[in-house]
């Protein structure tokens, strides 16, 4: 069965820092996946989604750039980063042909 | 109106009841209906996953889902103190590649 790994964990930045924070996935090859923001109170939000290698679908405007450069490899990263970003940063993936997905286990994001 | 509302909850219940947690839609395109389970500080977590109209059953848990009414329902039997968490539905159209739509969760605390 597909492994989801998320890294880090937990993250506390100052406003206009870098961010990057990585996806990999195990056990499946060609997987839809998606990076998905929680914050209190406002459910998950849909921030990225890529079928393949290099193609990425943005769902909000933000100041956050999603990237894949391998199959398993998931990418979310921002330039300066903004008090609003602080939130629980989850990467999901679709199997091929199906409707569900699974969810890794998340990172922290405090923005200070 | 949103596409998918839930009750935020608290629910809180004494070990043993039997627990019934909704979610109701607005799209009548929606054919995929999942639940997710989600601990504190944890990714979500797939629970039930059915398509269409009717019920699953899968231990204590039961998904219903009424298309006509634009209604799903999760049912938990003999719920457990380790049944607390947050509960979120999400649905999905037909059309392949298509993002879940997700409530917002509903938090549920079973007491011993």
């Known amino acids: 069965s597909q492994t989801i790994h998320q890294w880090p964990a937990t993250l506390v930045q100052p406003v206009g820092s870098p961010l990057s924070l990585e996806c990999t996935v195990e056990g499946t090859s060609n997987p839809n996946l998606y990076w998905y923001r929680q914050a209190a109170g406002r459910g998950l939000q849909l921030l990225f989604y890529?079928?393949?290698?290099?193609?990425i679908s943005s769902e909000v405007p933000q100041n956050l750039s999603a990237s894949r450069p391998q199959d398993r490899q998931f990418i979310l990263s921002s330039k300066k980063l903004l008090l609003s970003d602080s939130g629980f940063y989850l990467c999901a993936l679709r199997l091929a042909g199906g409707r569900e997905q699974f969810f890794g286990p998340g990172t922290r994001l405090t923005v200070l | 109106q949103k596409e998918v509302e839930q009750d935020p909850g608290p629910l809180s219940v004494p070990e043993g009841a039997i627990v019934s947690l909704n979610c109701t839609y607005s799209?009548?395109?929606?054919?995929?209906f999942m639940w997710y389970r989600q601990y504190s500080r944890k990714g979500p977590e797939l629970l039930m996953y059915?398509?269409?109209?009717g019920n699953k059953e899968d231990g204590r848990f039961t998904a219903q889902v009424d298309k006509s009414s634009k209604y799903i329902s999760l049912f938990i039997r003999d719920s457990q103190p380790s049944d607390s968490a947050t509960y979120l539905c999400?649905?999905?159209?037909?059309?392949?590649?298509?993002?879940?739509?997700f409530g917002k969760g509903t938090t549920l605390s079973v007491s011993s």
């Open positions: 890529s079928v393949g290698i290099g193609q």
């Open positions: 059915t398509y269409s109209s």
């Open positions: 999400a649905m999905s159209p037909n059309q392949a590649g298509t993002a879940l739509i």
């Open positions: 799209n009548s395109a929606f054919q995929y």
